[in-house]
């Protein structure tokens, strides 16, 4: 029987967030800053040539190599630096050097003793991603698989590691938890490591990626049970019931009355109900809300109306909702429709999405978010625009989200770790190597994440959509503050 959905709190995982679009970059002008040439793909099924992929981006701010990160932002504290040859000494690869090449600031170890395993041949190291393609919400994680490709062409571009190019085994989970572990069943047998996967059943495979010790360096990771895989680790690491309260204390001081009536609503499925309870009692524990509604909203539901009857009844002044940006716009028109105006709405970065915006309208002006990641409308985030562009090369017209920019963390975290192991690398040797990172932000994309313990980070970004665009309405780079333990999902 198909597992219901389940999500975590700050991630959004009942639909695809994709994002508003920031600036799109001509893959040819970054190849040229970069010194990067032609990409090549090595296609994991065939063992062919992808070929360079058919028409470029429009051209925009190209930020130069290795440019430093925005400010606020900042690389890995454990990453070595050195920008070392990506080949390993070996490897016949052009050297690429600095935080924004392809092998980032890691310093590459010698070669001698690379053995062949599990996934890797004399030419290859095939890594799987797994993400739900197909199923209920056709598409749903494509955007996981997009920036995973998208980072491996960059690395093939112009890198081997110990003589191998990178191959990419894309599997589909299908939005189904036995599916998810069908997959990582072949992941096991013929991928060295999954890279950027994303499913919303992600509970599915986790004892197959345990039991086999597959090193499984995920977007995102959203069930307990995924959390508690020792070779699972995701590039945004969070727990169900460790809240950080940046967010909470914000709105409490721009907002001190209205969050002492708050109402958390959340699409009545899986593991939601659990983290929209963490949620609220940690806002309660952090900064002193009240969360008077407290409200499941079934996944087929039309008719929102008694739930904003119920906000009005009960002098609701704050409204906080987890679901896709679809259940996100029938809960605001029904709003606006009753003439129910909270002091705030606030949601998760899933309505960080130009397709939630076009269909919301009116409604979207003044949403919050709290989000993890930079805005990709920073032009100045030399990372965040680096995925963008190859994005495009990859799959022009796409359209990026966090699900995407957090694979492409992933991706980077896989290549900077194993690089730095060379002769070393095994699955067990990776594990503890990613293991053992304690502040990884990919490169200056996303606020940082401790992989070590998989805990929620007690960063992030407040920014709102107003006068038709999200801008950052937070001070300065990220805004930080502490890690509660609601007691709820722990």
Known sequence: MRTRWRRTAGAGLALVALTACGSQLDPAMVARTTGQGA??????????????PAGEAPAGDVPAAGEAPAAGTGGDAGTPEGGGDA????????????????????????CEGFKNQTGITDSTITLANVSDISGPVPGIFESAQQATRAYVEYFNSQNTLCGRKLALLNLDSRADAGADQQ????????????????????????????????????????????????????????????ISDPAAKWLAAKFPEAVKNAAFLYINA??????????????????????????????????????????????VRAVVYYGPYQNTVKLQQAMQQQGFKPDFYLQDPTIYDKRYVDQAGAVAEGAYVFSPNDLFENKGNAEVQLYLSWLQQVKPGAIPNYY?????????????????????????????????TTAWTGNGAHTAMNIATGATPPCLKMIQFSGGKWQQVSSGGYLCGSVVDSGIGG
């Open 183 to 242: 997959a990582y069943v072949k992941a096991c047998a013929d991928a060295f490591a999954a890279v950027g996967s994303m499913s919303a059943f992600d509970s599915g495979g986790a004892a197959t990626a345990g039991s086999c010790g597959l090193p499984d360096l995920r977007s995102t990771i959203v069930n307990p049970e995924r959390q508690a895989c020792k070779s699972c680790v995701g590039a945004y690491s969070i727990r169900t019931n460790l």
């Open 87 to 110: 080949g390993g000494g070996t490897g016949g690869g052009a050297k690429a050097k600095g935080k924004g090449s392809p092998t980032g600031g890691a310093k590459a170890a010698s």
């Open 404 to 436: 995407g920019l957090f694979a492409w963390s992933a991706a980077r975290l896989f290549v900077e770790k194993a690089i730095a192991l060379g002769g070393k690398l095994t699955r067990a040797s990776l594990v503890d190597a990613v293991r053992a």
């Open 39 to 52: 990409t090549t793909g090595v296609d994991a099924e065939t063992g062919g040539d992808t070929g360079p």
């Open 270 to 315: 899986g593991a939601a109900p659990v983290n929209a309870k963490s949620l609220a009692a940690g806002y309660e524990k952090a900064a002193g809300w009240s969360a008077t509604y407290v409200q499941g909203i079934d996944v087929a539901e039309f008719n929102f109306a008694p739930y904003v009857q119920q906000m009005k009844d009960k002098g």
